[in-house]
């Protein structure tokens, strides 16, 4: 706060006494300012509006002139003779007016059709095309902005139609030269130092009372073009600008009535401010002056009360060094008082002193309290930073050990106990290494009694903390004896004993104790050690639930990988006997197409209905366990449905009829795996197919939704059947989940190829919902899955090299014998020379007598493995160069890439299309005959 001496208290008084009348007359004054303001601003806009009535003048009389011309014969017919006589009017007319550069004809089209000075003779179209459009808009006459002619001289347009019958015929223009309008602005009386632009539709000046010549074309200053945008369409206003010359004027605005034209007037600021500024500064001058007056009275009454307090002050300096006050008395009541008050307060501060040394005796003990306080929260805050470092336990139990030892202990000992509630050593840390290892010796072969205060059992039992020093009356007699003669022992002086409770229960406990330091244990360390052992117990704690989750998880990974397994051995285990059972019928089928065609069409179906549960159930394990690989490329969604139909067509050959399919004639490009988006829409058409009456009819509608945020292609499969009760439809994408069906279970199935179908279109990005409105009211399945901006690639479009067609010596290795002997079969039907063994000893002997082209191999062989038969194979000469194909139960894709790594050509999963699997062969028979090169 600033302080103001007596002097200037006085001289403050006068000055407030003066300031009401100067704040009146400085508010007359501002009024008056104001007045005369207004009437500036009004001036100038009244100037502003003449000159703006003059150049709206102007131009009417040429629109006027124009019009009169427009009217005229000649100009209603304008081709042949009529042409020539208005082009001799035209030019008469020009003559008349020496204002104007030329008289021009043009059609509707912007076409010339003459131009009375024959000017840019190369010139075809009149030059500003926006005024002949508004003429031709409105049948109205147009002022044009200024452009440059064909021979760069600037001019503006003015237009008027003619019109015969209602009809704009063509457009008549006066190229009418600038200079018009400086002549305009020359004419008016504007007062000196004024300035005066006409600006046109572009904001581009046509003409100006100063420097003209220069400045003609140029566009309005900054700070005009901000007075403009603040008037927006305002026929008129005022403002302050700077003008294109730099000086600050009162700028006044005023638009013209017969074109967009504006006119702009400035007047310099100091002409228009310099009267009432004169008559500010006469103000503030008499002002200072009165100022000036009360400031030297005020000084002069200010003297006889200054001195006394001079004297006060002397008083009060003695008074400060404590010395004995002086009384002086004075002709001022007001200062007598004040030094009556001065030898009052050199009593009172005497006895001020005594109580001040026993503040500062407080705030001394406070001051060390607060001290401490701060170092053990920067501890607990340490503690907890280098607790949270680890979730092991040997790193955590050291890490509290280092925390405790010295700094607040000697001696840090920690037990916890085990899953069984029996207490374990896990820490024995003091600073000596040497040391360290005594003590852990002693205290292992040494058990604590559980009832006895001070030891762990006792504080894990009763929750209770135990904090003494061996020097408190009663100590150590009140000691265990074996307590006791530990602390002998050792030399220990004090100790803290405190049980670890983490989340409610205790899980050990923890002992701090003071040996070599000599160091006390006082109430402020026990709640500091009670503090570092809450968050050492929540520290173990969380080591001990980061093991048990460690271990949950270890346990879980176990029992995924024994599932994957066992799904393994399954597909294994039902995909061999279904295999020559598929080949038996092809079999039967070769031999005699005729026989038992009803009975090998039921078997067929079976077949295929046991290799689909087999399939979904091993998708379904490699999808939960995100093993599953996507082969990613851009594809037309019309080619996946396509496929779809293609392999779904043995279940909708049993329909009375085919579903009715709708798709769209350009290509819907998506990004994709073609096998697994065809897989999906199987999945929906054999759940359609399987819950649809024959005579019900099933729909596949594909379409495109380009009003969503990103485009997306959109896929329907429809159908009549059964429906999905309300109770069933938000579980009907989960793993193994139906609707209620009858005993027979005609519809059969696992319940997953809904499932597989929705967790495939979510690896695509996308998804499938359903609709329905209950049981007995069909279904409506839909997928969604984000377009591509790249044109799609249909399936198969590169033509495959069909393999040379040849008798091969082939031989078949499985232990399965009812498979390889209905395999061998199948090849010689086709007229290949086929053998066939059990086991992979037997296969190495036959080829060692005579060689063959190629092998049908099974994996699970006894004795050697059907990997370690291809590695011996490719490693012997005479073998190393046949085509080798296993052909096995196991069909995950980890079976097939561990065929491959072992020497295999190729990997099939039984039952296979022997067709393909003979063509593949053949394929690898083709490559192999020829000799690599050197």
């Not at 500091?528 to 270890?554: E, G, P, S, T, Y």
């Not at 989960?734 to 690896?763: D, M, N, T």
Request: overall charge neutral; glycine content about 8%; charged content about 20%.
């Amino acid at each position: 706060m600033r302080i103001i001496t007596m002097q200037g208290r006085l001289m403050l008084i006068a000055s407030m006494a003066i300031l009401p009348l100067a704040i009146v007359c400085g508010l007359a004054l501002y009024a008056l300012a104001e007045s005369q303001r207004a009437q500036d601003r009004a001036t100038t806009l009244g100037v502003a509006r003449a000159v703006a009535t003059a150049v709206d003048s102007e131009v009417r009389l040429t629109v006027a002139a124009l019009e009169a011309l427009a009217l005229t014969e000649p100009l209603g017919n304008s081709s042949g003779p009529g042409l020539a006589q208005a082009i001799r009017l035209a030019s008469a007319v020009r003559r008349s007016h020496p204002e104007w550069l030329a008289l021009v004809l043009a059609a509707p089209d912007g076409r010339l059709l003459f131009n009375t000075e024959g000017e840019g003779g190369s010139l075809q179209r009149v030059v500003d095309q926006d005024s002949l459009s508004q003429v031709l808009r409105t049948g109205m006459p147009a002022i044009g902005a200024m452009v440059p002619g064909p021979a760069g001289r600037l001019a503006f347009a003015v237009r008027v139609p003619v019109v015969r019958d209602g009809q704009t015929l063509q457009v008549l223009t006066a190229v009418v030269q600038p200079e018009a309008i400086t002549a305009v602005l020359s004419r008016q009386r504007v007062p000196a130092g004024w300035a005066v632009s006409v600006f046109d539709s572009r904001e581009r000046r046509v003409a100006r009372n100063i420097d003209d010549a220069r400045l003609r074309g140029s566009g309005p200053s900054e700070t005009l073009r901000r007075l403009l945008a603040e008037m927006g369409t305002a026929p008129e206003g005022v403002g302050t600008s700077t003008n294109v010359d730099g000086v600050r004027s009162l700028t006044a605005v005023a638009r013209l009535e017969s074109a967009s034209w504006f006119v702009v007037l400035g007047a310099p600021a100091d002409l228009a401010e310099s009267p009432w500024r004169r008559t500010y500064m006469a103000y503030l001058g008499g002002l200072l002056v009165s100022l000036a007056y009360g400031a030297l009275a005020a000084w002069w009454i200010s003297r006889g009360v200054t001195r006394p307090m001079a004297r006060l002050r002397q008083q009060a300096d003695a008074l400060g060094r404590g010395e004995p006050v002086q009384i002086e008395p004075s002709r001022v009541p007001e200062v007598d008082a004040v030094a009556d008050a001065l030898a009052a307060a050199s009593l009172q501060r005497r006895r001020s002193e005594a109580e001040r040394q026993q503040l500062l005796e407080a705030e001394r003990a406070a001051s060390v309290t607060a001290q401490a306080a701060q170092q053990r929260l920067a501890r607990l805050v340490s503690a907890g930073a280098v607790l949270a470092q680890s979730l092991e336990e040997d790193a955590t139990l050291r890490a509290i050990g280092e925390l405790i030892v010295p700094a607040v202990g000697d001696l840090c000992r920690i037990d916890l106990l085990d899953s069984h509630g029996v207490l374990q050593r896990k820490l024995t840390h003091h600073f000596d290494p040497a040391r360290t290892a005594v003590i852990a010796a002693l205290v292992e072969t040494r058990a604590a009694p559980a009832d006895a205060p001070g030891t762990f059992p006792w504080a894990v039992a009763t929750g209770r903390s135990f904090l003494h020093n061996i020097d408190d009356e009663g100590m150590p007699a009140v000691l265990d004896p074996q307590v006791r003669d530990f602390v002998q022992a050792f030399g220990i002086t004090a100790g803290c004993v405190v049980p670890l409770i983490a989340r409610g229960r205790t899980i050990g406990a923890m002992a701090v104790l003071q040996a070599e330091s000599g160091r006390r244990i006082t109430a402020e360390d026990g709640a500091l050690i009670n503090d570092l052992a809450q968050r050492a117990a929540l520290a173990l704690d969380n080591v001990r639930l980061f093991a048990q989750a460690r271990a949950a998880q270890k346990q879980a990974e176990d029992a995924n990988q024994a599932k994957d397994e066992f799904l393994a051995m399954l597909g294994h285990e039902l995909r061999n006997p279904l295999a020559p059972i598929a080949l038996a019928l092809q079999l039967v089928q070769r031999r005699d197409p005729q026989a038992f065609v009803r009975e090998r069409q039921i078997i067929e179906r079976q077949v295929r209905h046991l290799s689909r549960m087999v399939d979904d159930l091993l998708d379904v394990s490699r999808i939960v366990s995100g093993k599953i690989a996507l082969r990613l490329e851009t594809l037309d969604l019309r080619d996946v449905v396509a496929r779809a139909l293609e392999l779904t067509l043995p279940a909708l050959q049993q329909r009375g009829e085919m579903p009715e399919v709708k798709l769209p004639a350009d290509p819907v490009p998506v990004q994709g795996d073609p096998l697994r988006l065809a897989q999906v829409v199987g999945n929906l058409l054999n759940n359609a197919a399987k819950f649809t009456d024959a005579d019900k009819l099933i729909r596949l509608v594909l379409t495109v939704n380009m009003a969503a945020p990103h485009p997306q292609a959109v896929l329907q499969v429809i159908d009549e059947g059964i429906g999905i009760a309300p109770e069933l439809l938000p579980r009907v994408f989960e793993r193994f989940v139906q609707g209620e069906q009858p005993l027979q279970r005609a519809a059969g199935g696992l319940g997953l190829g809904l499932a597989i179908a929705q967790s495939l279109a979510r690896l695509h990005g996308g998804g499938i919902t359903v609709r329905s409105e209950g049981v007995g009211l069909g279904s409506t399945f839909e997928l969604r899955l984000p377009m591509q901006l790249l044109p799609a690639r249909p399936f198969d479009t590169v033509p495959q090299a069909v393999p040379e067609r040849r008798s091969l010596t082939l031989l078949v290795v499985d232990d399965n014998q009812d498979a390889a002997d209905s395999l061998a079969s199948w090849l010689e039907l086709e007229g290949h020379r086929v053998r066939v063994v059990y086991s992979a000893e037997a296969a190495l002997d036959a080829l060692a007598q005579q060689p063959a082209d190629g092998a049908i191999v099974d994996i699970g062989l006894p004795g050697l493995s059907g990997h370690e038969l291809a590695a011996r194979l490719r490693a012997q000469a005479v073998t190393a160069r046949m085509a080798l194909i296993a052909l096995t139960g196991y069909g995950r894709e980890a079976d097939r890439n561990k065929a491959l790594a072992a020497g295999f050509d190729d990997h099939f999963a039984k039952p296979a299309q022997v067709e393909i699997l003979l063509s593949r062969l053949l394929a690898l028979h083709s490559e192999r005959r020829v000799p690599p090169p050197t």
